[in-house]
Each structure stands twice: as C-alpha cells, then as structure tokens.
C-alpha cells in the first residue's frame, strides 16, 4: 500500500503536471500565469499542511469554538473546555507520545533487569525457573502487569493513537467525526480524478477512522487544518435550524486571531491591521503593523 500511495504521488506531483501544462500550452488563449497559479493551488492542496504553529492550535479553537459552548453541550455533553481538552491529549499523543513511552519503557526494563538481577544473586530459585519465568514472577509479583500492558499498547500496538485510550470524549461525538471503512463514496465515485488526491479528501470531512469498534486518529495536521469547519458541519448536520447563530457568533469573532496571540506576548504594543486584496484570483494577503512600546 505505501509504495502505490508513494506511486500516485509521485506520478501527481511531476509526470501529470509536466504533461498537463504541455497539453493546456496547444489551447488558444493559454494563460502562463493562470496555468502557475493552478500547478501551485494543486500542490498546495496534495502536499501542505499546517496552517499555524502547533503551539498557537488549542489557543485558536478556544477563540473560534467558544461561542458555540451551549450547542456543544446541548449536543454530546461536554463543554468546549472538555474538547480543547482531548485535543490537547491528541496533540501530545502524536508529537511526544513516542517520547514518553521509551522513556517509560527504559524504566520498566531498568526496575524489572534490577530486581532479577536481586533474586539471581541472592540464590533463591527454584531449579525449573528460567530468565522469562523469573522475569514474569517480578512483575506479577510487584503488581506491574497493567503498566506492562500500557507500556506494550503504546510501544507495539494502536494504543498512541486510540481515541477512547488519549481522551474522554463520548463515542457520540465519535462516530460524528469518524468514518467506517467503506462509508466515504465520494473519494471513488465516478468522475474525474477518480481516487486521486485531487479529490476532496475523506480526512477534510471527518479526521477519525473507526476499526473494529475502536476509534483512531494518525494525522495531526490534517486534524487541526480542518477541524473548525468539520465542525461547523457536524453541528449543523446534527441541529440545522443553528446555521443562523452560528454564522452570527462567526461574525463576531475577530477577524484575525495571529494579531490579538501577538499582543498578548508584547508589553503594550500598538496594532495597525490592514486587509490587501491583490493578485491572480483576489488572493487576499493580512499585513499587521505592530509598533512596540519599549
């Protein structure tokens, strides 16, 4: 499966958009400038991820998703506090999880080795007991079976990344962010780019993927990239008749959160914010001034 995923990349990323521009350069009227614009937006769309730093994603949808606290709650019951929270338990998950769990892992080993290593020396061993026999008799003996388990989950199993193991949320909202295998029909429904990542992605419409009962998540980036507006569906699939306050509440919101996390990390500074409208296809550029009172 990686070397046909690495297959279709490769093929999408060079050979398709070297021979796209040469057949689009045959048509009257060909646009140079258009055809780049289009390569990068392709490019961007198949290959770029993360939209903002990880450590600015919990404070951004705390700003965007408070609002709609009441919804939330009214919905799966649980506030936008308890969901900032679980974020933050992924997020930790996939970036330091691995880190932990061999740290956890060298410690294991280091107590159980000096503990066999303890009963060797002191001679006490019944004639039958092999290394793994008295490596087994430490644990069980110490209690440590379920911190092995954990340890072995992380190290070697799905543990890291299942959902119901890193948070708290109710399989509720769960099964509303989570596809089953299968249950996306878009992605390979007839039509042009058929199974190409040209295609709206089913990651962009649901974050999670349900195996056998469990819930997963493996793709960080793609989470946080997507989520408010994979929200914003759910909410609204769920209780459509919110479309109208949740549009209000959006209004309300700042238009640019990077320059209010700015100002909270400078001592008074002044905020000059400016929107430019310029480029192929109105492409909007956000320009802060800042000016820092030293």
């Known amino acids: 499966m990686k070397t046909l995923i690495d297959s279709l ?7 398709y958009q070297a021979c796209l521009t040469a057949f689009n350069r045959r048509i009257p009227g060909h646009n140079p400038e258009f055809e780049e614009y289009y390569f990068k937006a392709q490019m961007y769309w198949c290959n770029v991820r993360g939209k903002r730093y990880l450590i600015h994603e919990i404070p951004f949808f705390r700003d965007a ?8 709650n009214e919905l799966y019951g649980i506030s936008v506090e308890d969901f900032l929270a679980a974020l933050k338990q992924i997020q930790d998950s996939l970036t330091l999880g691995i880190g932990k769990v061999m740290e956890d892992l060298f410690k294991f080993r280091e107590l159980t080795l000096d503990q066999v290593e303890e009963r060797i020396k002191s001679g006490n ?14 644990i ?25 193991k890193i948070t708290t949320l109710p399989r509720s909202i769960l099964d509303d962010l989570s596809w089953e295998p299968g249950q996306n029909t878009e992605f390979f429904k007839e039509g042009n780019y058929k199974g190409w990542p040209l295609r709206i992605w089913p990651i962009f419409q649901r974050p999670f993927i349900k195996l056998k009962g469990r819930y997963y ?11 408010y507006r994979i929200i914003q569906r759910t909410l609204l699939k769920r209780k459509p008749d919110y479309a109208s306050s949740w549009n209000q509440k959006q209004q309300n919101c700042p238009n640019d959160f990077r320059s209010s996390y700015l100002e909270q990390y400078c001592r008074a500074p002044r905020f000059s914010t400016t929107f430019i409208i310029s480029g ?15």
Do not use: T
């Open 140 to 164: 069980e003996d110490n209690n440590w079976d379920a911190w092995r388990e954990d340890i072995f989950g992380r190290f070697m199993g799905l543990d890291l990344f299942d959902l119901e």
């Open 217 to 227: 998540s493996f793709e960080l980036y793609n989470l946080f990239d997507n989520l």
């Open 9 to 15: 990349f490769v093929l999408l990323n060079f050979e």
């Open 125 to 138: 061993l019944p004639d039958s007991e092999d290394f793994g026999g008295l490596l087994n008799k430490v």
């Open 280 to 294: 192929i296809l109105d492409q909007v550029e956000l320009n802060i001034g800042v000016r820092l009172m030293c």
């Open 65 to 72: 998703l408070s609002p709609h606290d009441l919804i939330l």
